[in-house]
């Protein structure tokens, strides 16, 4: 009986860490797809289109973290775990990248069925976007991961110190 409780606790607990992962990236995905609508929003507005496509940027951050955390449980994008830091990260956000990149195809897809015309005709009609899409979650993925890459190296409760408290005060040179 003892080892059901404690088992239930473990799971209990592993859920919330799972949970509270899957929220941060959500957040810093959110918040990078956003940012992106506004900016296509500003640009499409120069030519005279309305482009409010909030909620999409929304929804795929949220598809885009549960792709991340699910990566991560398979071990994806981990070849280089023992590699410098740079390394390491950089791997891992061509690796996710590239996931993301799918997602993004996927996503352009299934819009293109909702609307009755051909995918491939879709595809066709935007690969500038696109590339410009995956390259710009690349190099957003880069500086994510290489925080993610310090904190197992320096231990979650350590790296969450160092990131989130105040360094003291520096005392004046004589």
Same mark, same amino acid.
């Given at each position: 009986?003892?080892? =059901?409780?404690?088992?239930?606790?473990?799971? *209990?607990?592993?859920?919330?860490?799972?949970?509270? *992962?899957?929220?941060?990236?959500?957040?810093?995905?959110?918040?990078?797809?956003?940012?992106?609508? +506004?900016?296509?929003?500003?640009?499409?507005? =120069?030519?005279?289109?309305?482009?409010?496509?909030?909620?999409? !940027?929304?929804?795929?951050?949220?598809?885009?973290? *549960?792709?991340?955390?699910?990566?991560?449980?398979?071990?994806?994008?981990?070849?280089?775990?023992?590699?410098?830091?740079?390394?390491?990260?950089?791997?891992? +956000?061509?690796?996710?990248?590239?996931?993301?990149?799918?997602?993004?195809?996927?996503?352009?897809?299934?819009?293109?069925?909702? =609307?009755?015309?051909?995918?491939? !005709?879709?595809?066709?009609?935007?690969?500038?976007?696109? !590339?410009?899409?995956?390259?710009?979650?690349?190099? +957003?993925?880069?500086?994510?991961?290489?925080?993610?890459?310090?904190?197992?190296?320096?231990?979650?409760?350590?790296?969450?110190?160092?990131?989130?408290?105040?360094?003291?005060?520096?005392? !004046?040179?004589?």
């Amino acid at each position: 009986m003892a080892s =059901e409780s404690t088992m239930s606790v473990s799971l *209990k607990l592993r859920a919330a860490r799972e949970m509270e *992962k899957y929220l941060v990236i959500a957040l810093f995905l959110s918040a990078l797809l956003v940012a992106l609508t +506004a900016y296509r929003r500003v640009l499409m507005s =120069e030519v005279g289109v309305s482009y409010l496509h909030y909620g999409y !940027a929304l929804i795929e951050a949220l598809v885009l973290a *549960k792709i991340i955390l699910i990566g991560e449980a398979l071990h994806y994008g981990d070849r280089f775990e023992d590699k410098p830091l740079i390394v390491s990260a950089v791997y891992k +956000a061509l690796a996710f990248g590239f996931l993301a990149l799918l997602a993004h195809v996927l996503e352009h897809v299934i819009h293109a069925l909702v =609307e009755g015309e051909s995918p491939a !005709a879709a595809l066709a009609r935007q690969p500038g976007e696109i !590339a410009a899409y995956t390259l710009v979650v690349f190099v +957003a993925f880069v500086p994510f991961f290489s925080l993610q890459q310090a904190g197992r190296l320096l231990g979650e409760e350590r790296f969450g110190y160092v990131l989130l408290r105040r360094p003291p005060a520096r005392s !004046a040179a004589p």
